[in-house]
């Protein structure tokens, strides 16, 4: 795609960026046969190539956002689909995000959208913020018919009916492994996780540490910053980045770092661009060697495992996932739990991570089923299923019901929003990938697994 930035404004490192990105664009148009939104909506703006072309006009000619181009980039859910089917290599998630901070700096919302995005920008990145948001939300739910916004009856439906405990293995300590110390690594136990779902840090740490690592909860940690930065407010996710970064150093300073594991691959896609994100800043140096070191927990499980051989049950499946379905071996009496497993965009796509989860899964003994158009968004896309609820809901209830047509008894995750937003469609329990692999080994039933599966060992 041919640009026209002048020189003054290539002296801007976020422009030149851009301009890289702009330029790699063929206009091929391979990007809208996999762009959820504009499957739902048919409309070519809605598309990455129409949003190119948005943001090039915006960009180049060095103006404020209007009304039109906010619409449309706001309907992006950022899953990244499209670089995974671009051919060109076309990284439209930095040109996206470089559009959302323009957004935010030049562009005055109204002021129901500016209440809305503040509230969500003050209260989801804090656990203790969101507790008392969702304990609120109970409340509010009677009222739910007299809410003027359809954004906050979004809200209030997604608040779940029950309140997770707090645990204690989410505050900042060092988890020492079962015999010998084989890896030391940080782990980044989330926001909106660590308080929807803490079983599943305490899946991880379990698991972690029975392959012998030593699992250091940094004090200083907090949201990566993944929330606000899809809302374009730079700073505040430059400072969470950094608060990070500084634990995470701390950390290796005082005893060494193999990995930075996450187990959310919305906040995993992040933390490994924190590199990108903080290239021009006096932290440039130690935000590309905590990116070097991130990974995501089936990345690190897989280090850990390596190979194809049984986990703990024969499972000749072990040695032949390839995308689909593996198909593992009936047990004497009965057959093995059957998974469906839903890929997250942040790690199909944004972390380029698809078969590893699949594998571990087959390794241990699971029927492992993908449904069709696996590349397809749920619809959760960090805070989109609450500030675009129609859209939201009928990717969730087209990726319900591809899960529901492979009949699974679980369906399996790698990221909480994906798991929240799934569960409020299907009556199948919705668990996290690590949370079976921990059961499989050796660790306790999920709560949410039927006392009638058997353990796949």
Known sequence: MQTRFTPEQLTDPDIARSNQVLRACVHCGFCTATCPTYKVLGDELDSPRGRIYLIKDMLENGRPADEKTVKHIDRCLSCLACMTTCPSGVHYMHLVDHARVHIERTYRRPWRDRSLRWMLARVLPYPGRFRLALRAAKLGRPLRGLMPDKRLRAMLDMAPPRLARRSDVDRPQTHRPE????????????????????????????????????????????????????????????????????????????????????????????????????????????????????????????????????????????????????????????????????????????????????????????????????????????TYNLMQPEISAELKARKVATLEAKAPQVIAAGNIGCMAQIASGTAVPVVHTVELLDWATGGPRPDKIPPDLPRPF
């Open 179 to 382: 015999g010998e110390t084989r890896m030391r690594v940080a782990l980044l136990t989330g926001c909106a996780q660590s308080t929807l779902d803490p079983a599943i840090n305490e899946a991880t740490v379990r698991l972690l540490t029975r392959l012998g690592c030593e699992v250091v909860v940094a004090d200083g940690m907090g949201c990566c910053g993944a929330l606000v930065h899809h809302m374009g407010k730079e700073h505040e996710a430059h400072a969470f980045a950094k608060a990070n970064i500084r634990a995470w150093q701390k950390v290796k300073r005082n005893g060494g770092l193999d990995a930075v594991v996450v187990n959310t691959s919305g906040c995993g896609t992040t933390v490994k661009d924190y590199g990108h994100m903080l290239r021009t800043t006096d932290m440039a140096e130690e935000a590309a060697e905590i990116s070097a070191l991130a990974c995501d927990v089936s990345e690190l499980l897989a280090r850990l495992l390596p190979g194809t051989e049984r986990l703990h049950t024969p499972n000749e499946a072990a040695e032949r996932v390839a995308g689909i379905e593996a198909q593992a071996p009936a047990a004497a009496g009965q057959g093995p739990v059957r998974v469906a497993y839903h890929a997250a965009c942040s790690l199909q796509h944004g972390q380029k991570v698809r078969g590893m989860p699949k594998s571990l899964l087959a390794r241990a003994g699971f029927e492992v089923v993908e449904p069709k158009d696996s590349h397809l968004c749920c619809g959760s896309a960090g």
